[in-house]
């Protein structure tokens, strides 16, 4: 029984390896040359050479779209992290470039103001029922930092030193309800008193003692007018946002927003001024009009 399975797998081995051979020959040959048999198995066979044929060439051709399919996800998802990778270091470039060009400012801002001064960097900031204060690090610590000394920025006063502890400062704000600054609007020189609100719902700031006939629009800027003891002379403090001016009484009521977007405060400016300290607390009152807070 097994001699008679191999000799079958054999007869059928060599019937399909001599198969397409007696075709592909039958093929080759002319016409002419091919007896009745051949010739009969050559029409029988052509359709199912075709058929294989075609067979063949759509197997071959899904194998062909597959691996290219598969060869271009590889390559989108390449190009995709290499875009991705790219696109992170533009960030990053962008934000070195930015940074660059607020450090250059800085040092710009050094440049204009007759007095010594140190970096610091913006940590955190409290806001209070009574403070609005922002904590900064020193780049460097530096002994003659003292309370009340001017802190500024980029775009203006940010506020006074409130107290000293190693590399940590404590600033009280321009907005705090304990601040208070002499000002002038840039544009006509109108004279006016710079304190915070101290509402913790918002950033602004009210103008004192700015006389009834005096000129002064919204958008105007109120910067330091240099009397006092404190800041130096021209820094912006604030931009008017509201002017009320009533029928009676001799002043007018400004509320302006601080021109420093504290929310966004990073880097400040210490002044180390050597001069007195000035009145500027809750009780200035009209005494601050005439000192001046600097």
């Known amino acids: 029984m097994g001699s008679f ?3 079958r797998d054999t007869i059928i081995v ?8 007696f075709f592909l020959r039958a093929s080759i040959r002319s016409p002419q040359d091919m007896n009745p048999v051949v010739s009969a198995l050559s029409r029988i ?3 199912l050479e075709y058929v294989a044929a075609a067979v063949a060439r759509t197997v071959s051709d899904h194998v062909s779209k597959y691996v290219y399919l598969v060869d271009v996800k590889q390559d989108n998802n390449r190009l995709a992290y290499e875009n991705a990778r790219l696109t ?8 070195a470039q930015a940074d660059n060009r607020r450090l250059r400012r800085l040092l710009g801002l050094r440049d204009t103001i007759p007095h010594e001064m140190v970096s610091a960097l913006v940590v955190g900031k409290d806001t209070t029922e009574f403070f609005r204060v922002a904590h900064v690090t020193l780049d460097s610590p530096h002994a003659s930092i003292r309370p009340d000394m001017p802190v500024i920025a980029l775009d203006g ?3 006074t030193v409130q107290r000293v502890a190693g590399e940590r400062v404590d600033v009280q704000l321009t907005i705090d309800s304990g601040f208070g600054v002499d000002v002038v609007v840039e544009r006509t020189g109108a004279r006016g008193f710079v304190r915070g609100e101290g509402d913790r719902s918002r950033y602004l700031v009210r103008v004192e003692w700015a006389e009834r006939r005096d000129e002064v629009d919204v958008g105007d800027v109120l910067v330091t007018s240099g009397v006092g003891c404190r800041f130096p002379k021209g820094i912006p403090v604030a931009r008017v946002k509201s ?8 002043y007018q009521t400004l509320v302006a927003e601080p021109t420093v977007d504290f929310s966004r405060l990073e880097e400040v400016l210490i002044i180390l001024t050597d001069a007195k300290d000035c009145d500027t607390g809750a009780a200035g009152g009209r005494r601050g009009k005439n000192k001046g807070g600097g």
Request: no cysteine; charged share 30%; proline share 6%.
């Open 5 to 7: 399975k191999r000799l």
């Open 14 to 21: 060599v019937l399909l390896l001599s198969v397409p051979f």
């Open 45 to 47: 066979g052509a359709p």
């Open 88 to 95: 992170a270091r533009v960030r990053e470039l962008e934000q």
């Open 157 to 159: 006063a940010v506020g």
């Open 243 to 250: 002017v009320e001016k009533k029928k009676f009484g001799v």
